[in-house]
T-cell receptor, first 113, second 115 residues
């Protein structure tokens, strides 16, 4: 089955700096890669996703990159703000409607004002 | 639109007792998933319903866990008898079938503590 490795497990950055979270996956058949953000005491919410037919996707201060050959994908947050502080989970799955999602261990991001 | 809801939000039980968790998915979502997160670890897949049918239950830890989704609406996850290692946050998520979107919408979770 699929295995997703995520690092770092914790990350502290100064407000305004960039944050990068990296993930690797094992199943070359995976072709859908969502990122979820879980703020303290709240539910995980999808913030951005990428499919395997593209190498990069951007949404304001958030970008994801995907290297299918190396089975790596990353989340980049620029100009971090205190409200970016949360646990971020990467995940991988097939793109069919019935595909199981495998999550990484999560990265606790702290943005220091 | 109401999101995914879960009940209870917290449950503290003793080892050997039974607990039943409930999940109400977003109306119209045929896919329903159960996940568990043990502190500091990944969100781990437990099982997946499509309507009332179990599509994939490969993540269920053992036969102490029983999930049902009678009628294809809400789902329950029963743990009987509970063990210490069952402690964690149990999330439910739902998604549409088709429509080009894979997004799973999560509930707030049920924090289960087994003493």
């Amino acid at each position: 089955g699929e295995n997703v490795e995520q690092h770092p497990s914790t990350l502290s950055v100064q407000e305004g700096d960039s944050a990068v979270i990296k993930c690797t996956y094992s199943d070359s058949a995976s072709n859908y890669f969502p990122w979820y953000k879980q703020e303290l005491g709240k539910r995980p919410q999808l913030i951005i996703d990428i499919r395997s037919n593209v190498g990069e996707k951007k949404d304001q201060r958030i970008a994801v990159t995907l290297n299918k050959t190396a089975k790596h994908f990353s989340l980049h947050i620029t100009e971090t703000q205190p409200e970016d502080s949360a646990v971020y989970f990467c995940a991988a799955s097939g793109s069919g409607g019935y595909q199981k999602v495998t999550f990484g261990i999560g990265t606790k991001l702290q943005v220091i004002p | 639109e109401a999101g995914v809801t879960q009940f209870p939000s917290h449950s503290v039980i003793e080892k050997g007792q039974t607990v039943t968790l409930r999940c109400d998915p977003i109306s119209g979502h045929d896919n329903l998933y159960w996940y568990r997160r043990v502190m500091g670890k990944e969100i781990k897949f437990l099982l997946h319903f499509v309507k009332e049918s179990k599509q994939d239950e490969s993540g269920m830890p053992n036969n102490r866990f029983l999930a049902e989704r009678t009628g294809g609406t809400y789902s329950t996850l029963k743990v009987q008898p509970a063990e210490l290692e069952d402690s964690g946050v149990y999330f439910c998520a739902s998604s549409q079938v088709g429509g080009g979107s894979n997004e799973q919408f999560f509930g707030p979770g049920t924090r289960l503590t087994v003493l």
